[in-house]
């Protein structure tokens, strides 16, 4: 995966942590119990961290950039598990999450394909009676703009319940809010 420096700068930035803290994550995480052991995929520079930490007893943070999980690593300190990986292809056990999620992120993963991959994988790893959910950005010029020499695989709203259905989840629902999209999902 690759981000752009623009990219990185805004996803390091203080704006960009209120922002996901004070409008996408209440959004996203509407309504939603994570239970106990929450898996997030993709988190970056932590953005997402102390939001999910208020709602999880205990956080797995799953970055395949080898970097930013060690840069994580220092800074998040005990009380989040943090490791180096793909979330399209997990070395973590099945059935061992309450709740999976991820945010901002799907975009990055190159293609539809693998897309399907990590959510076979959420799935896989989550306990009987758990949550997927996220959000990112809906396809747009200006989503497209931001990512000029960068990884942009955006998806589609309206084949998102299909995709996520064939991965096994059930109680599916896609929501658009202005330019993003919000998805929950429950492995019965
Ligand atoms: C745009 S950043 C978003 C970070 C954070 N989720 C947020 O909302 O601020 C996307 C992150 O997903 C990570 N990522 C991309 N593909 C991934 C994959 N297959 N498995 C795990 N992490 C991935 C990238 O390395 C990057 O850190």
């Not at 996901?20 to 994550?25: I, N, S, T, Y």
């Not at 080898?66 to 059935?95: K, N, W």
Request: hydrophobic share 45%.
């Amino acid at each position: 995966m690759a981000m752009n420096l623009l990219h990185r700068w805004l996803c390091a930035s203080r704006l960009w942590r209120g922002h996901m803290r004070d409008d996408v994550l209440p959004w996203a995480l509407d309504g939603i119990d994570l239970g106990a052991a929450t898996l997030e995929i993709g988190p970056g520079y932590g953005a997402n961290i102390p939001t999910l930490l208020g709602r999880t007893s205990r956080l797995t943070a799953l970055e395949i950039d080898e970097e930013l999980a060690a840069r994580l690593r220092e800074r998040a300190g005990d009380a989040v598990t943090v490791i180096g990986g793909d979330g399209a292809a997990m070395s973590l056990p099945d059935a061992e999450f309450t709740a999976v999620v991820c945010f901002t992120m799907l975009h990055h993963v190159p293609t539809t394909a693998l897309q399907d991959a990590l959510f076979a994988e959420a799935f896989r790893v989550l306990r009987p009676g758990g949550v997927f959910a996220g959000s990112d950005g809906r396809p747009s010029a200006g989503f497209a703009l931001i990512h000029l020499g960068d990884t942009y695989n955006p998806v589609r709203p309206d084949g998102l319940p299909a995709r996520l259905a064939a991965a096994g989840f059930t109680d599916i629902a896609v929501d658009i809010r202005g330019p993003n999209q919000r998805f929950r999902a429950r492995k019965r």
